[in-house]
């Protein structure tokens, strides 16, 4: 815990720092409100509901126009560390938009959209895309709850045998330019050649997944 306190104070100490330097150069370039970027602090605290509250608090005394969840999101098994996650958002007021620092895998994005956060940035889609590994929904928009109910996630390895001749999209359902105009199969020969081109479509896809993500993700809760 030492530690983690210690972490605590250097991120306060760097947010008056910052935010100070913020201020200044907005000053400097005679910039309005309406058209300054917008700054965020980190809440940190590891997995103690005391040094987050300490650090959130110190933070909103500062004042910034949104927070985000700092420290590592996962335990020991990858499971999401949800609770402390769901209380690091329920410290900060619900008026300031919250980031979840390194939360990309689709089922998490969602997890914690549904705990109250509302950005999000991972290298996951384009490192998975990378190694052949490609997003798919189980289920179609059409369904209950835009498809996000069950097991609605899903990936498809571009490397398995089954898609060596496979003439049909990675999904039916999506509208990427990879899945309009290129077959499974196609992509599979790509990767076992070590093409960059598999790499550019592979990637176009699995961020193009994650749009679709959001959009069904707002449509549910609108």
Same mark, same amino acid.
């Given at each position: 815990?030492?530690?983690?306190?210690?972490?605590?104070?250097?991120?306060?100490?760097?947010?008056?720092?910052?935010?100070?330097?913020?201020?200044?150069?907005?000053?400097?370039?005679?910039?309005?409100?309406?058209?300054?970027?917008?700054?965020?602090?980190?809440?940190? +605290? +590891?997995?103690?509901?005391?040094?987050?509250?300490?650090?959130?608090?110190?933070?909103?005394?500062?004042?910034?126009?949104?927070? +985000?969840?700092?420290?590592?999101?996962?335990?020991?098994?990858?499971?999401?560390?949800?609770?402390?996650?769901?209380?690091?958002?329920?410290?900060?007021?619900?008026?300031?938009?919250?980031?979840?620092?390194?939360?990309?895998?689709?089922?998490?994005?969602?997890?914690?959209?549904?705990?109250?956060?509302?950005?999000?940035?991972?290298?996951?889609?384009?490192?998975?895309?990378?190694?052949?590994?490609?997003?798919?929904?189980?289920?179609?928009?059409?369904?209950?709850?835009?498809?996000?109910?069950?097991?609605?996630?899903?990936?498809?390895?571009?490397?398995?045998?089954?898609?060596?001749?496979?003439?049909?999209?990675?999904?039916?359902?999506?509208?990427?330019?990879?899945?309009?105009?290129?077959?499974?199969?196609?992509?599979?020969?790509?990767?076992?050649?070590?093409?960059?081109?598999?790499?550019?479509?592979?990637?176009?896809?699995?961020?193009?997944?994650?749009?679709?993500?959001?959009?069904?993700?707002?449509?549910?809760?609108?």
């Amino acid at each position: 815990m030492a530690a983690q306190k210690e972490s605590v104070e250097r991120t306060i100490a760097w947010a008056k720092k910052s935010k100070k330097e913020f201020n200044r150069i907005i000053e400097q370039k005679k910039l309005s409100e309406e058209t300054r970027p917008r700054l965020f602090a980190v809440v940190q +605290g +590891g997995g103690y509901p005391e040094l987050r509250l300490r650090c959130a608090e110190a933070l909103l005394e500062i004042g910034f126009d949104g927070y +985000g969840f700092g420290g590592w999101p996962l335990d020991k098994n990858n499971h999401l560390l949800a609770e402390i996650i769901g209380y690091t958002r329920s410290i900060i007021p619900a008026e300031y938009p919250m980031h979840a620092l390194g939360i990309g895998h689709p089922q998490n994005v969602l997890a914690c959209f549904e705990l109250g956060y509302d950005i999000f940035d991972c290298a996951m889609p384009t490192r998975d895309a990378r190694h052949g590994r490609l997003f798919t929904f189980r289920q179609p928009a059409n369904e209950p709850d835009f498809g996000l109910t069950g097991d609605w996630f899903g990936f498809k390895y571009v490397n398995d045998e089954e898609h060596i001749k496979a003439d049909r999209p990675i999904s039916e359902d999506c509208d990427c330019p990879c899945c309009k105009h290129y077959s499974i199969g196609y992509l599979h020969h790509l990767f076992k050649m070590g093409d960059t081109l598999f790499f550019r479509l592979a990637t176009l896809h699995n961020l193009r997944f994650m749009v679709q993500l959001c959009d069904r993700i707002q449509r549910k809760y609108a």
